[in-house]
Antibody
Framework: EVQLVQSGAEVKRPGATLKISCKTS????????IHWVRQAPGKGLEWMGL????????IYARKLQVRLTLTADTSTNTAYMYLNRLNTDDTAIYYC?????????WGQGTQVTVSS | DIQLTQSPPFLSASLGDRITISCRASQDIRRYLAWYQQKPGKAPKLLIHSASTLQNAVPARFSGSGSGTEFTLTINSLQPEDLGTYYCQQLNSYPRTFGQGTRLEIK
């Protein structure tokens, strides 16, 4: 069974850097991209970007590309999301997800609150 | 970027009803479309990929159709557990955009 387990909830100050981990199991880590999706309170799903664990290649959503870094550690089958220069608009639930192309496995979500 | 427009944004239906949700793409995405169901407080769940292929273990009352720019999700014989928000997502190009969602309420 494919499982993605994310790190716990975070409270951050504006201007800080966020780091979320996504530990995977149940499949070959390098065979599928890891995507990151976020959902602001009461809003829809926003695709943030992806990392290819096989070679570290990334694709970022244009609005986030200057602040977002996605990495993958093949020794621990874990993906990481770093978002810097946080502002209150970054308050959201953050999900990692994977699949052959569509997203058939999701992490449980990480609640992030950005507040002064 | 490809825009996806879902309609309606909100739907209220009764048990046993047949409902349809539309997803329109701003350009041709062939059949590269997926549908997800999200229940309150939970991660989204894949229902359908490739416009009409039912994901494993998803009840057969769910079906998808369409190609190009026009797509439809249909739920036959609505059940209580079908409440939630439904999203389409295009897989034709990056960024992998989602529709804005359709919230389904059971009367």
């Amino acid at each position: 069974e494919v499982q993605l387990v994310q790190s716990g909830a975070e409270v951050k100050r504006p201007g800080a850097t966020l780091k979320i981990s996504c530990k995977t199991s149940g499949y070959t880590f390098i065979d599928q991209y890891i995507h990151w999706v976020r959902q602001a309170p009461g809003k829809g799903l926003e695709w943030m970007g992806l990392v290819d664990p096989e070679n570290g290649d990334t694709i970022y959503a244009r609005k986030l590309q200057v602040r977002l870094t996605l990495t993958a550690d093949t020794s621990t089958n874990t993906a990481y999301m770093y978002l810097n220069r946080l502002n209150t608009d970054d308050t959201a639930i953050y999900y990692c997800a994977t699949g052959p192309d569509w997203f058939d496995a999701w992490g449980q979500g990480t609640q992030v609150t950005v507040s002064s | 970027d490809i825009q996806l427009t879902q309609s309606p944004p909100f739907l209220s239906a009764s048990l046993g009803d047949r409902i349809t949700i539309s997803c329109r793409a701003s350009q041709d995405i062939r059949r590269y479309l997926a549908w997800y169901q999200q229940k309150p407080g939970k991660a989204p769940k894949l229902l359908i990929h490739s416009a009409s292929t039912l994901q494993n273990a998803v009840p057969a009352r769910f079906s998808g159709s369409g190609s190009g720019t026009e797509f439809t999700l249909t739920i036959n014989s609505l059940q209580p557990e079908d409440l939630g928000t439904y999203y389409c997502q295009q897989l034709n190009s990056y960024p992998r955009t989602f529709g804005q969602g359709t919230r389904l309420e059971i009367k």
